[in-house]
């Protein structure tokens, strides 16, 4: 049943209502621009740093990339961490400053947006010589390690990840360059899935999860005075520094080989075309067949058309890739393999297969290496 109030308790009601309200404002009044100020302390660089445990980042990492993808997860998966152990200032950053970093950057496949978010957050945490340091170790791991990882693998088959939508052990592949582009692609070739599939989600899901929580081991290390750098570069980057460095061309800032960045330069698998329009598709047998070290392949366009090109041994995973998505126009084409993987390394004899892709046409030829 409602209850009416007489005008003599509407009144005084009324009166004790603003009274509260006169006292508020007043007491706001008397706080000095300084203690308004006091709720968002300020914090000097580098912010504090308390040693966090890289399986717990892993699992956030992971978790957080289908929320907003994998620079906020690698960044926000180290951040919230914090922000449980330490508290502010880490409680006041909003992970959602590295959604930029997605797809290697707005999806323009430049560095690895795990790799971009873990490496802001060491900055965070780190003074310009540290981070570079840290830095360099986290993306020279990056290029050479097998994504996901076993780890990784591991715990979405036990569920120890909070998101399950994907449970099984994904394909491994390593793409041996810190850009997104190539670690992407470098993967679906291998594992046979598309960009747009579940599983090649999934499989970058875990390796923000894997990037945050190798980045927390170096800040551990760090923290605990005993970081000593383990990566080497390979000497192919020694090799096209030599030519490109500062002690001859000078032309080049960078700690990538030429591969890892743009392909061959050197024209060591160049595309050379050859008279006459065919009729169909097709992909010739390689000459000579059995080789070493080198060899020739010839293949043919009907009509323009995007081409995919690519060598892989005998258990299925890519060795090189000649051709990556490229348009051809209608013609006769042939091009070499000097007997290298995508990382300049030589490849051992035996067998190899080439595989061709230019719209429905799909074609493998059988070759041998020999000593």
Same mark, same amino acid.
């Given at each position: 049943?409602?209850?009416?109030?007489?005008?003599?308790?509407?009144?005084?009601?009324?009166?004790?209502?603003?009274?509260?309200?006169?006292?508020?404002?007043?007491?706001?009044?008397?706080?000095?621009? %300084?203690?308004?100020?006091?709720?968002?302390?300020?914090?000097?660089?580098?912010?504090?740093?308390?040693?966090?445990?890289?399986?717990?980042?892993?699992?956030?990492?992971?978790?957080?990339?289908?929320?907003?993808?994998?620079?906020?997860?690698?960044?926000?998966?180290?951040?919230?961490?914090?922000?449980?152990?330490?508290?502010?200032?880490?409680?006041?950053?909003?992970? /959602?400053?590295?959604?930029?970093?997605?797809?290697?950057?707005?999806?323009?496949?430049?560095?690895?947006?795990?790799?971009?978010?873990?490496?802001?957050?060491?900055?965070?945490?780190?003074?310009?010589?540290?981070?570079?340091?840290?830095?360099? /170790?986290?993306?020279?791991?990056? $290029?050479?390690?097998?994504?996901?990882?076993?780890?990784?693998?591991?715990?979405?088959?036990?569920?120890?990840?909070? #998101?399950?939508?994907?449970?099984?052990?994904?394909?491994?592949?390593?793409?041996?360059?810190p850009l997104c582009?190539?670690?992407?692609?470098?993967?679906?070739?291998?594992?046979?899935?598309?960009?747009?599939?579940?599983?090649?989600? %999934?499989?970058?899901?875990?390796?923000?999860?894997?990037?945050?929580?190798?980045?927390?081991?170096?800040?551990?290390?760090?923290? #605990?005075?005993?970081?000593?750098?383990?990566?080497?570069?390979?000497?192919?980057?020694?090799?096209?520094?030599?030519?490109?460095?500062?002690?001859?061309?000078?032309?080049?800032?960078?700690?990538? %080989?030429?591969?890892?960045?743009?392909?061959?330069?050197?024209?060591?698998?160049?595309?050379? /075309?050859?008279?006459?329009?065919?009729?169909?598709?097709?992909?010739?047998?390689?000459?000579?067949?059995?080789?070493?070290?080198? $060899?020739?392949?010839?293949?043919?366009?009907?009509?323009?058309?995007?081409?995919?090109?690519?060598?892989?041994?005998?258990?299925?995973?890519?060795?090189?890739?000649?051709?990556?998505?490229?348009?051809?126009?209608?013609?006769?084409?042939?091009?070499?393999? #000097?007997?290298?993987?995508?990382?300049?390394?030589?490849?051992a004899s035996g067998?190899?297969?080439?595989?061709?892709?230019?719209?429905k046409f799909v074609?493998?030829?059988?070759?041998?290496?020999?000593?």
């Open positions: 049943m409602s209850q009416t109030l007489t005008r003599k308790e509407f009144i005084t009601s009324a009166a004790k209502y603003a009274a509260g309200i006169s006292a508020g404002v007043a007491g706001l009044s008397l706080l000095s621009p %300084e203690k308004t100020k006091a709720t968002v302390q300020q914090y000097t660089w580098p912010w504090p740093y308390q040693k966090l445990d890289p399986e717990h980042v892993r699992v956030l990492g992971h978790d957080s990339f289908w929320e907003k993808a994998c620079s906020y997860a690698a960044f926000k998966g180290i951040i919230h961490a914090l922000a449980e152990t330490v508290g502010e200032p880490f409680t006041l950053m909003p992970p /959602e400053i590295m959604i930029f970093g997605h797809g290697g950057g707005a999806g323009w496949g430049t560095l690895c947006g795990a790799l971009n978010g873990a490496s802001a957050a060491i900055c965070l945490v780190t003074d310009k010589e540290t981070s570079d340091k840290l830095i360099n /170790e986290l993306i020279g791991w990056y $290029t050479q390690t097998e994504f996901p990882t076993d780890k990784s693998n591991e715990y979405a088959v036990n569920h120890v990840f909070v #998101d399950q939508r994907y449970d099984q052990a994904l394909p491994q592949s390593l793409c041996g360059s582009h190539a670690s992407v692609t470098e993967w679906c070739i291998a594992s046979g899935f598309k960009v747009s599939d579940t599983e090649r989600k %999934e499989r970058c899901a875990r390796l923000a999860g894997d990037v945050a929580a190798y980045a927390v081991e170096l800040l551990n290390q760090h923290f #605990d005075s005993v970081f000593t750098p383990i990566y080497v570069p390979p000497e192919s980057i020694a090799a096209c520094m030599s030519c490109h460095g500062a002690s001859f061309q000078n032309n080049v800032a960078a700690k990538m %080989e030429c591969m890892q960045c743009h392909g061959d330069p050197h024209a060591t698998t160049a595309v050379e /075309e050859m008279p006459g329009v065919p009729a169909s598709f097709s992909l010739e047998q390689n000459y000579p067949n059995p080789f070493n070290p080198g $060899t020739s392949i010839q293949f043919s366009v009907a009509n323009a058309e995007k081409v995919d090109l690519a060598i892989y041994d005998i258990r299925g995973r890519l060795v090189r890739t000649l051709v990556d998505h490229e348009l051809y126009s209608p013609g006769q084409y042939t091009l070499s393999w #000097d007997g290298t993987d995508n990382h300049g390394r030589r490849v067998v190899y297969f080439t595989k061709m892709q230019a719209g074609a493998t030829r059988k070759m041998s290496m020999v000593k």
